[in-house]
């Protein structure tokens, strides 16, 4: 996969997976954009320094303006939307700010960044976008304990799809990767009993993104890809 000159905007670029992408994009020949919310992150990321790497200091990528103001003035060929959040918890522990949280980290940023990307791809002839849902995305009954963050990734998966029909005919593509627990250092440190080997390693998951945000996927769109591993 050639990605040689373009630029490529990568949400959670810092986090485990997003260094796996942006690592991979850079491999590819990619620029990339990387807007970040945690700064130790930013201070610990690999690629810092990289000529070809700008990274992008946001407090909240569900704030239109901060939005707007990484997508202006770039053309990017793909957008990766990474960004979001994680809390358990059954719904009678969640009250609607803890829902509104879980829905403005995953969802509201997510739309976001796609409405930015879709507005600079449809006037420069298209692109690719590819959003990152979750297991109980497409596994409601697996969210039970999660139920926030399960209608949030949900919300994803459906605007994946309804995105995708809009914007075909014009030359975007979109789509998005569903993945189970991946091997993390964060995940392994909290399920330390878990079988790891089952878990998919964020390379993995890493390397369908880079197809679906490639110029090599031609015809692939409104998929929500399962990125399972052996679990």
């Known amino acids: 996969m050639d990605f040689s000159g373009r630029r490529v905007v990568v949400t959670g670029g810092t986090g485990a997976l997003g260094t796996a992408v942006v690592g991979e994009l850079l491999t590819a020949g990619a620029v990339c954009t990387v807007p970040y919310v945690h700064e130790a992150e930013a201070q610990s990321f690999p690629r810092r320094g990289d000529p070809n790497v700008t990274l992008i200091a946001v407090s909240d990528l ?7 103001r990484v997508y202006d003035g770039l053309k990017p060929w793909a957008s990766i939307h990474i960004a979001g959040g994680f809390a358990p918890g059954k719904v009678t522990e969640t009250d609607k700010k803890a829902l509104m949280a879980q829905i403005d980290s995953n969802l509201a940023s997510c739309f976001l960044c796609c409405r930015a990307a879709a507005k600079v791809m449809l006037s420069s002839g298209g692109g690719r976008i590819v959003n990152v849902a979750a297991r109980p995305a497409l596994e409601w009954r697996s969210g039970a ?9 949900a919300g994803v998966a459906a605007l994946t799809v309804a995105l995708a029909e809009e914007v ?6 979109v789509n998005a990767v569903a993945p189970s627990i ?9 399920m330390p009993k878990a079988n790891f080997d089952a878990w998919p390693k964020v390379e993995e998951v890493a390397a369908t993104i880079l197809f679906l945000a490639s110029p090599d996927n031609r015809v692939t769109r409104g998929a929500i890809v399962p990125v399972y ?3």
């Open 62 to 68: 569900a704030d239109e303006t901060q939005v707007a």
């Open 145 to 153: 304990g999660m139920t926030a963050y399960t209608v949030a990734k």
């Open 168 to 173: 075909a005919k014009d030359g975007v593509l």
């Open 182 to 190: 991946m091997d993390t250092p964060a995940n392994r440190k909290a």
């Open 229 to 231: 591993g052996k679990s």
